[in-house]
């Protein structure tokens, strides 16, 4: 097995900074409520499809899978992608759905739990792509899960 140069996917990770950062705010512009997720997981498969997963599929419970790789061993890894309600709007200091940004810190409904998550993987997965680094007899699967919120998925 050949080693990782993870100078270089630390490197690239800085590079897609800016287009995962603002993947990550589009998602946190539209509401995904638990079986309200529609809109998110085709936002997610438009920018898995456009950094260049091998296929991208929404099955039948609405969740989002993108491939890389086509060998026998499956290698998945898995973000919920709804969210709770916002509550009372008046104990938000910001608007959860516009968010916010900073030098460090992204924020707004579904940023930490788990649509950042899903904005690192979906670039990890452009990484993986870019550099090689699915095995020849895997396929990885970046998934993104609906109804964790209200029924563990």
């Avoid at 998602?27 to 456009?50: A, D, F, Y």
Wanted: aromatic share 8%; hydrophobic share 35%; with cysteine.
């Amino acid at each position: 097995m050949s080693t990782v140069d993870f100078s270089r996917v630390n490197e690239l990770a800085k590079k897609y900074e800016p287009e995962m950062t603002r993947f990550l705010r589009d998602m946190i512009r539209i509401p995904s409520e638990s079986c309200q997720e529609e809109g998110v997981i085709r936002r997610i498969k438009e920018e898995m499809e456009k950094v260049g997963f091998d296929r991208v599929e929404i099955d039948k419970m609405g969740n989002v899978l993108g491939f890389i790789g086509s060998g026998p061993r499956i290698i998945a890894f898995d973000a919920h992608i709804d969210t709770v309600g916002v509550g009372n709007r008046s104990n938000w200091t910001f608007d959860p759905y516009e968010g916010y940004e900073d030098a460090e810190t992204i924020g707004g409904r579904g940023a930490s739990d788990q649509e950042g998550g899903m904005a690192s993987m979906v670039y990890a997965g452009k990484i993986i792509k870019e550099l090689g680094l699915c095995p020849k007899d895997c396929t990885i699967v970046m998934v993104g899960t609906v109804q964790e919120e209200d029924c563990d998925g």
